[in-house]
């Protein structure tokens, strides 16, 4: 009775296991497809293949974020933002959350050793198990090295564009109030003025969407953040893309880059 009762539940076991098992298969032969079979490599999955852990660098209007959304569903692979990460912390009410939320209150930036947890914690979600995209974080060199010193990162991509191209970008930026559905007045328009393609919220532009902003935020970038292009050519996993285009020609050239990622561009 013991032996039947044993093997039953065995059999039940196995049983609910299949459907996961044969779907993380399926995914992981449809995503072979796209990547280099490239067994024993650090950050490899138990099926061989790579993960694409990646950073999208770029300055500000660059359009990264609108790249990595497409890029998400095309790979599914998430896309972190450290700005969610600290929302959602505080919002949260964990121990962790209560601290971000202090720094927050009283203006301070919230330290990088404690982004670095939150982001560590937000990687070991089931949904990270083929990687993930990093929009916006690192900022500085010494976030770089501190991310380093914690995770491998497998490819950088950093976006370039003109400043004018810029300029067009941000001030034509319109954002869903409801959903937060991107759309812009001439790359991505909505098909009724002012209503948002997605869900048919409002759209409106952000306060610091404004050319005096995206001033000031451009200088900081060139000092603080430019320098990680350097940082990361010297690791050798950078690839540079050209974003004068619009998006689909960027999303195209970006899983050019992230299915050949070991070629240098
Ligand atoms: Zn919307």
Excluded at 8 to 26: D, F, G, I, N, Q
Excluded at 58 to 68: L, N, R
Aim: hydrophobic residues 35%; contains cysteine.
């Amino acid at each position: 009775m013991g032996f039947f009762f044993r093997k039953k539940e065995t059999t039940l076991v196995e049983k609910t296991k299949l459907p996961s098992l044969l779907c993380r298969r399926l995914r992981s032969s449809v995503w072979l497809e796209h990547w280099t079979f490239n067994p024993g490599v650090e950050g490899s999955n138990p099926f061989g293949a790579i993960q694409m852990k990646i950073i999208f660098l770029g300055p500000p209007g660059v359009g990264k974020g609108s790249i990595a959304k497409e890029i998400e569903k095309e790979k599914n692979i998430p896309q972190i933002s450290t700005g969610d990460l600290i929302r959602s912390a505080i919002s949260s009410n964990s121990a962790i959350g209560n601290k971000v939320k202090e720094y927050y209150d009283s203006g301070k930036l919230v330290p990088d050793e404690i982004v670095i947890d939150l982001l560590k914690e937000r990687i070991s979600n089931d949904d990270c198990g083929e990687g993930f995209i990093l929009d916006g974080f690192p900022r500085t060199i010494v976030q770089a090295e501190s991310l380093d010193n914690e995770i491998k990162i497998d490819k950088v991509i950093s976006f370039t564009v003109s400043e004018e191209t810029i300029m067009m970008r941000i001030s034509g930026r319109r954002i869903c109030e409801s959903c937060g559905a991107i759309h812009h007045l001439i790359n991505i328009p909505p098909k009724v003025d002012g209503i948002c393609n997605c869900c048919g919220g409002k759209l409106i532009q952000r306060k610091d969407d404004t050319r005096e902003v995206i001033k000031g935020r451009l200088v900081e970038y060139y000092q603080k953040t430019e320098p990680l292009i350097n940082y990361y050519e010297k690791n050798g996993n950078l690839s540079s893309i050209d974003v004068e285009g619009d998006l689909q020609k960027n999303v195209r050239d970006t899983l050019n880059v992230l299915n050949h990622k070991n070629s240098k561009t």
